[in-house]
């Protein structure tokens, strides 16, 4: 096992994604991996800390899909940039939708927007702790603070407003003294002991990030533990959390895969989720649960046929539950019929409970969140109901596991 240099270069991310414009013959060039030029004269640093690559020569020849590379980021949460393939018919080409490694050095500034790490979404793969998906609630009187409550427990989560502030004529929730926060609390920490080890099929690669109170905003300290194993037939994600404090904390992990579609022709591609039930919004501009689940069944949003359902002109922001497993896995699938490539996400973890998937209109990919917890945790309006955050009494861990495969889908599934 070796401590990550921190001269080692990332010359070989840029190469490689350089290549997957050659190789990803189906897709114009756009604002996606490596399609902007950089320069390679000094280390590359995001957060204030080197990117990293692990990676792996591939060795089937084309004959099958498999992974070759990972890089992540560990001054911002140990977040994956990109991941690279090996796919028949494609060559190298991106697994996640990502702009440049240039765009993010850039945009990943710590500022305005991306004060409390924001910019790192929307991209990549960002990981979600201590709470996934959104969280309403009270705004303070100086518009910082989104209060919530756990057993008894105040919270409170920063708050950054990211449009202007609402109208009398266009009303929503922070009109009404409520705000809304989410994606977790480590978008900006910095990991620690970074270390790769080569493994017989690839590299995995270690980190720590002791979060502490996550800034003095949760009611223990925590430490996280990741670890991410690049094989060719997969990638491996675990995140260990341990409660290093004296108080009883809760706490959800997940993950914001966004998972590229190779052709670029969305309404072809074809989505499979596990879920039986989903969580009611009252509209899609707040996005506010109603605490209401209903099934999906003879509903646009059963997308549980084995061979997936056509995306067409469908756009998600849906929170899935009640999810079947096999093998002890919640498998999510996305196929790309015209480019044969196919990509399943894996949650492995039995306190994962749902998936919440984000697909707009217009845009070439899926975000697959494999989460502990409903949309809202701490929200009365589940009326007591267990709601999927795990309490961790001091010394407790849990641990939240994903594991992503390549499959090419069966001529014809389309």
Same mark, same amino acid.
């Given at each position: ?210 979060? =502490? ?9 925590? /430490?996280?533990?990741?670890? $991410? %194993?690049? *094989?060719?037939? !997969? #990638? ?70 084995? =061979? ?9 922001? /849906?929170?899935?539950?009640? $999810? %079947?497993? *096999?093998?002890? !896995? #919640? ?84």
């Amino acid at each position: 096992m070796t401590i990550v240099n921190r001269r080692r270069l990332v010359t070989w991310a840029i190469a490689a994604s350089m290549c997957a414009i050659a190789g990803c013959k189906q897709r114009a060039a756009t604002d996606h991996p490596g399609r902007g030029a950089m320069s390679a004269s000094q280390p590359v640093q995001v957060g204030g800390e080197p990117v990293v690559t692990i990676q792996r020569n591939p060795t089937t020849d084309g004959a099958r899909p498999e992974f070759v590379s990972l890089t992540f980021l560990p001054g911002r949460g140990m977040n994956v940039f990109q991941i690279d393939a090996d796919v028949p018919d494609l060559g190298k080409i991106p697994v996640l939708y990502s702009p440049s490694l240039e765009t993010v050095a850039n945009r990943l500034n710590g500022q305005g927007f991306d004060r409390f790490g924001a910019a790192s979404v929307g991209f990549g793969e960002a990981f979600l702790i201590p709470y996934p998906n959104r969280i309403f609630g009270r705004l303070s009187n100086d518009g910082t603070e989104v209060s919530a409550e756990w057993h008894g427990h105040a919270i409170l989560l920063p708050f950054l407003r990211f449009h202007p502030a609402p109208s009398a004529s266009s009303p929503d929730h922070t009109a009404s003294n409520e705000g809304m926060v989410m994606h977790g609390l480590i978008l900006r920490d910095q990991a620690q002991d970074v270390h790769t080890e080569q493994t017989p099929d690839g590299e995995t690669a270690t980190a720590v990030i002791h979060a =502490g109170d996550y800034g003095g905003h949760w009611l223990s300290r925590t /430490d996280l533990h990741f670890t $991410l %194993e690049l *094989a060719g037939d !997969a #990638v491996t994600e675990s995140i260990v959390a341990t409660n290093v404090g004296q108080e009883d904390e809760p706490i959800a992990i997940g993950a914001h895969p966004y998972l590229a579609i190779p052709s670029g022709d969305r309404s072809q591609a074809r989505l499979h989720v596990p879920a039986s039930m989903m969580a009611v919004v009252n509209n899609y501009r707040q996005e506010f649960p109603t605490g209401k689940l209903r099934p999906v069944q003879g509903t646009r949003y059963d997308y549980r046929s084995p =061979g997936g359902i056509p995306l067409d002109d469908h756009a998600l922001d /849906d929170n899935f539950s009640h $999810l %079947e497993r *096999a093998d002890g !896995a #919640v498998e999510v699938r996305l196929t790309d019929p015209q480019s044969h490539y196919g990509i399943a996400v894996d949650g492995l973890s039995p306190a994962i409970k749902t998936v919440q998937i984000y697909s707009p209109q217009g845009r070439d990919f899926v975000a697959v969140e494999e989460q502990f917890n409903f949309v809202d945790p701490f929200g009365k309006e589940w009326k007591g109901m267990d709601t999927g955050m795990v309490t961790l009494h001091p010394g407790e861990s849990t641990t939240w596991k994903l594991r992503l495969r390549l499959f090419t889908p069966a001529v014809g599934s389309r």
